[in-house]
């Protein structure tokens, strides 16, 4: 069982910053991918970053690439969402989300087995 607590969303001016932090707890050890979605008003969810637990590999949607940067403090069992140079586009609820059952860095938001409860991120223009 991993529950997940997500912080650091809000408003922001267009190219702006904001770091998102999703801490989880449980039973870690099988935490094996873990990834940051996202959800606009009538959009579906959509896949933003992932990083593996062990080793620290990511991958990114080309639509964040260069200005989103996914990492994880494995002390802490927190991965965090740094996220430069924000447009209007990037306005959304974003959710932090746990696989634990594959290393696979998939983007289908079914694949994986746990979810935060979203933080509001907008971006004003």
């Known amino acids: 069982q991993v529950q997940l607590v997500e912080s650091g969303g809000g408003l922001v001016q267009a190219g702006g910053s904001l770091r998102l932090s999703c801490a989880a707890s449980?039973?870690?050890?099988?935490?094996?991918?873990m990834g940051w979605f996202r959800q606009a008003p009538g959009k579906e969810r959509e896949f933003v970053a992932a990083?593996?637990?062990?080793?620290?590999?990511?991958r990114y949607a080309d639509s964040v690439k260069g200005r989103f940067t996914i990492s994880r403090d494995n002390a802490k069992n927190t991965v965090y969402l740094q996220m430069n140079n924000l447009k209007p586009e990037d306005t959304a609820v974003y959710y932090c989300?746990?696989?634990?059952?594959?290393?696979?860095?998939?983007?289908?938001?079914?694949?994986?087995?746990?979810w935060g409860q979203g933080t509001q991120v907008t971006v004003s223009s």
């Open positions: 449980g039973r870690t050890f099988s935490n094996y991918a």
């Open positions: 990083i593996r637990w062990s080793g620290g590999s990511t």
């Open positions: 989300a746990v696989r634990g059952s594959i290393w696979t860095m998939t983007s289908n938001p079914y694949e994986y087995d746990y």
